[in-house]
């Protein structure tokens, strides 16, 4: 028999016995056929692969390298604000720059640099895996791969965009040195601040060559890399601060795992602060405050990313009202810098700041924001800083979280009229931690009602009526508002919260003010109408702009209670008397905290609300420094330069329109459920409200709500005690039926409760001032 006719017989044989199968058995492809087919596939792989290799071109460097300016506009969308965007780049050789730079950059962007082909398989699989995991999407890309995107291509996030950096990287790396590569990806990164390039980089940080820098400042650098913008921490929040020094340690760690590094010199690195940012030319007065907001909110909401808003061409037609923005730094110039002699007073007049936004509280539209007197002379945006404590002006939360819970931990009912002891020092009952915070003065008030409390701003009645409300639904309802929940000094575990350790910006404060204008639904504050580039070769970018629906933070009744009791702040009994001046029905607050470091006033007329804060700092250190003596005033408080300001704005903003008037609906809404948090620390069910219906104390001007007044005790939240009968607390003797309110005395005759030896401090607040006490 031969070779070809064994072969015809073990193939029939085979074929007999896969007849012999089962159907299903049968259908099942034979190893031949699958290794046949797996080898089939793998060829035309890699044949389609050699194709494109051969036939995609390294293309000529993009139009990044002439990247054009952006423009600003006011909301008319033809008046331009200013212009940035301009690529501030110097390119230099790789011998220029030092060799722990280049080491530290490796190992922050690309650990397998030296050794890969400009691509890392194992790293993209990697990247993918997390991704699909849901711990956020991963790059995995080389440095190689970085410098093709920003040298030839562009940041599209596209498949075939990525695609053609994966070839195009393959053939870099084969064509170039790896010298080259690095070299071209540190004259072409983004470094924040408009740097582009390592050089420009080592400017705008640390005001030296790049030959000039250090390791540890090396390290920042190429940290800096990952998230440019939210990593400078002269002006990163707090959590983006910390984001950054981790980034700056794992630069580190890497170059010694690396060899780059020996553990002693590591042990040695501290964390070397840059300098501050100078201003960019062409944003002199308000114009780089007005563009540092726009760009914020651009990049904070997700429309676009920072290194390509830097690269130039876009068309930013911004919320700003130019009428309204003149008019805020008018009233700034008027109220506060011509009443200010440094000569006279250089250790009380010098280093005053103001920070100051104004919203609409129907849109969430920012219309004005005073962030400075000059970009160009200080390029700190005073108006987005988030490290000012807001004092009294958190008690309106304090009062809308009461509202919501209608009754104490012990079942006694929170209405606008509850009565509550204002003894100065009165230590709170309840609190996860002591608290006995004094009133403005040392004043007592006596047995008062929550809204003459608000009136008066007496600290010793809110503190107790925000723990007695739970200390995390005040938090909750603060975030609800408005106060985003990064900031520091809202920690339930404190008691000191109640009275406005808090640290918003007045961009955020006037966002959570506007919630409650706007009858409880909360617009996040937006800074852009339209943001368009118009491409060379004719084709036009047109991002889409995030949606601006309301959401429901409190209900109407409640929110329109607390607009209710704030209007009565601003009149001639209430502590924002001076905002009477705006001759037009307003609702606010004043707010002044420990030590006279901050005042402020946030208040609204049912167009519009605005904030004004008042702070003092020092140049060099950046420390708070009292406020007293300023402008030749012992105290400054919330009542005057920034009521002052606040006037002054609102007139001339809302001059020449028709005067609104408030649409309340006071009263209570259902009580919340289980989606509200419960409080922390409160552990005695004693409380110091004290359910009464007696009238408005001596000189009021305005009917009590009934409806508030006589509103039904609400059942007991979960685990709370059922209400029965009301029992005076030691801290709060209970009234006679006939006692009105009192006048308040600056000594009491009875004898004050001792005070706590150990005053409690707010956890995560300002090392500078711990604990807020604020007074109006």
Request: proline share 9%; no cysteine.
């Amino acid at each position: 028999m031969t070779l070809s006719t064994r072969r015809q017989a073990r193939r029939a044989a085979r074929r007999e016995a896969r007849r012999a199968l089962p159907l299903w058995r049968r259908l099942l492809p034979t190893w031949r056929i699958t290794l046949g087919a797996l080898t089939t596939l793998l060829l035309l792989a890699a044949g389609g692969f050699a194709v494109l290799y051969v036939i995609v071109p390294v293309p000529d460097p993009n139009a990044h390298a002439v990247a054009q300016n952006n423009i600003y506009l006011y909301a008319d969308g033809t008046t331009e604000i200013g212009r940035t965007g301009a690529v501030n780049r110097t390119d230099v050789t790789i011998d220029q720059i030092p060799l722990h730079t280049q080491q530290a950059v490796v190992s922050a962007e690309d650990r397998t640099f030296y050794q890969n082909r400009g691509i890392d398989v194992s790293g993209m699989a990697r990247a993918g895996w997390n991704t699909l995991l849901g711990k956020g999407m991963q790059g995995g890309s080389t440095i190689t791969q970085q410098y093709v995107k920003n040298y030839y291509l562009t940041q599209s996030q596209t498949i075939e965009r990525k695609g053609r950096e994966l070839l195009i990287a393959l053939k870099v790396d084969q064509q170039r040195d790896k010298k080259d590569i690095l070299a071209g990806y540190l004259n072409s990164s983004y470094f924040g601040r408009g740097a582009y390039g390592i050089q420009s980089a080592a400017h705008a940080y640390y005001g030296v060559d790049v030959s000039g820098l250090t390791l540890p400042q090396s390290a920042y650098l190429a940290s800096l890399l990952q998230a440019p913008s939210l990593y400078d921490v002269k002006t990163a929040t707090p959590a983006n601060r910390e984001k950054a020094v981790a980034r700056w340690n794992y630069t580190l760690d890497g170059m010694v795992q690396l060899g780059f590094l020996t553990g002693a010199d590591r042990a040695a690195a501290t964390f070397p602060d840059p300098i501050d940012p100078q201003p960019a030319t062409g944003l002199a007065g308000q114009a780089g405050y007005l563009v540092g907001v726009a760009d914020d909110y651009l990049i904070s909401s997700g429309t676009i990313d920072a290194a390509t808003l830097k690269a130039g061409g876009w068309r930013v037609t911004t919320t700003f009202d130019k009428p309204k923005q003149d008019a805020f730094a008018k009233a700034v110039q008027d109220e506060l810098t011509d009443a200010l002699d440094p000569k006279a007073r250089p250790t009380t007049d010098t280093d005053v700041r103001v920070s100051g936004a104004s919203v609409e509280p129907a849109t969430g539209r920012v219309l004005a924001v005073y962030g400075g007197p000059d970009y160009a002379k200080q390029p700190y945006n005073d108006a987005l800083r988030q490290d000012n404590q807001i004092g009294s002006t958190f008690k309106p939360i304090d009062l809308a979280a009461g509202l919501l819970a209608q009754h104490t931990l012990d079942g006694h009912p929170i209405t606008t009229e509850t009565h509550y002891d204002g003894t100065s020092e009165r230590p709170v009952t309840g609190g996860p931690t002591p608290y006995a915070p004094p009133n403005e003065d040392d004043v007592d008030y006596g047995n008062i009602t929550l809204r003459y409390a608000m009136v008066k701003s007496v600290n010793s009645v809110y503190a107790q009526e925000g723990v007695d409300a739970g200390l995390a639904r005040v938090r909750e309802t603060a975030v609800k508002l408005g106060i985003p929940d990064s900031v520091r000094g809202m920690d339930p575990a404190n008691t000191s919260m109640t009275l406005g350790t808090a640290t918003p910006s007045a961009l955020d404060l006037a966002g959570a003010y506007a919630t409650l204008a706007n009858h409880g639904q909360a617009h996040a504050p937006w800074s852009v109408l339209k943001l368009e580039r118009v491409n060379p070769g004719g084709a036009v970018d047109v991002p889409k702009m995030p949606e601006h629906n309301p959401t429901d933070a409190i209900g109407r009744g409640i929110a329109d209670s607390v607009t209710d009791v704030l209007r009565d702040v601003v009149s001639p009994r209430g502590t924002g008397a001076a905002a009477l001046d705006l001759g037009r029905p307003a609702a606010g607050k004043t707010g002044t905290t420990d030590s006279n470091l901050s005042a402020w006033f946030a208040g609204y007329t049912p167009e519009l609300t605005t904030t004004v804060g008042l702070f003092r700092e020092n140049p060099k250190t950046h420390a708070k420094e009292p406020l007293a003596g300023t402008a030749g005033l012992a105290r400054i408080n919330g009542g005057a330069i920034p009521t002052k300001i606040w006037t002054a704005y609102m007139t001339a903003a809302l001059g020449g329109t028709p005067t609104q008037q408030f649409d309340l609906q006071t009263g209570h809404d259902a009580p919340g459920t289980g989606t509200w948090p419960t409080t922390t620390g409160s552990t005695s069910p004693s409380s110091s409200a004290t359910p009464t219906t007696t009238g408005p104390p001596t000189g009021a001007t305005r009917t009590p709500d009934t409806t508030a007044t006589h509103a039904p005790s609400a059942p007991a939240a979960t685990g709370a005690p059922a209400p029965g009968p009301t029992t005076p607390s030691p801290q709060a003797p209970q009234p006679t039926p006939t006692q009105d309110q009192p006048s308040p005395t600056a000594r009491p005759t009875q004898t004050r409760p001792p005070r706590p030896t150990d005053p409690p401090t707010a956890t995560g607040g300002p090392a500078t001032h711990p604990a807020a006490t604020p007074t109006p």
